[in-house]
């Protein structure tokens, strides 16, 4: 069954240090999403790319955040420094079409920033 | 007032009970509705789609939505341990606005 890729799928870090997370969508989706999620929190969406462009990023703290999908295929988002308000799950997912609450997530990426 | 508010919870019931899950939301924008089941430590996976009013029924799964009230229901009966996880409503506009909003999630324990 595909499966939407992520690594690492937990990271400490201190703050100030430099964190980056990895994402390899479900072949064939041209949407992918990065969503952060607070323990206790539903996820909410920090990018959405249609394809190798960014669609949304109007929640991506642009002074430290940096998500990128250059071919159109993985993604790579990164944080830089790393905050104590950072810790979070870090959620990738994808979806067929844009216009579809139907995203398939992957395992997430576990950040604590000490 | 959230754009989408949900009770988390938790929510303790005995294998076998009814369970009902609910959220409210104030953009009657919102066209699309969605539940998602999240285990500990995973990510959410989606386990029922919905469009505009009415119900939805998957198994031991029925989605209702109520537009008028602004109200969406997930109820799952004969409930397993298997359950045991948090559910998460979501929901959309669709066409240009098609931005998924969620609610927190409510922590649902079923007991053996």
């Known amino acids: 069954e595909a499966e939407v890729a992520q690594s690492p799928r937990y990271k400490i870090t201190e703050k100030s240090q430099a964190v980056a997370f990895w994402c390899d969508p479900i072949?064939?989706?041209?949407?992918l999403y990065w969503y952060r999620q607070i323990l206790g929190q539903g996820p909410e969406l920090l990018v959405q790319?249609?394809?190798?462009?960014?669609?949304?990023d109007s929640q991506l703290p642009k002074d430290r955040f940096s998500a990128e999908r250059l071919k159109g295929v993985d993604s790579t988002l990164k944080i830089q420094p790393a905050e104590l308000g950072d810790s979070a799950m870090y959620l990738c997912?994808?979806?067929?079409?844009?216009?579809?609450?139907?995203?398939?997530f992957g395992e997430g990426s576990r950040l604590t920033v000490l | 007032q959230k754009e989408v508010e949900q009770d988390p919870g938790p929510l303790s019931v005995p294998e076998g009970a009814i369970v009902s899950l609910n959220c409210t939301y104030s953009?009657?924008?919102?066209?699309?509705f969605m539940w998602y089941r999240q285990y500990s430590r995973k990510g959410p996976e989606l386990l029922m789609y919905?469009?505009?009013?009415g119900n939805k029924e998957d198994g031991r799964f029925t989605a209702q939505v109520d537009k008028s009230s602004k109200y969406i229901s997930l109820f799952i009966r004969d409930s397993q341990p298997s359950d045991s996880a948090t559910y998460l409503c979501?929901?959309?506009?669709?066409?240009?606005?098609?931005?998924?909003?969620f609610g927190k999630g409510t922590l649902l324990t079923v007991n053996p």
């Open positions: 790319f249609q394809d190798e462009s960014v669609v949304d």
């Open positions: 979501a929901m959309s506009g669709g066409g240009s606005n098609y931005k998924l909003t």
């Open positions: 072949s064939g989706h041209a949407t």
């Open positions: 997912a994808s979806s067929f079409a844009a216009n579809t609450g139907e995203l398939f």
């Open positions: 919905t469009y505009s009013s």
């Open positions: 953009n009657s924008a919102f066209q699309y």
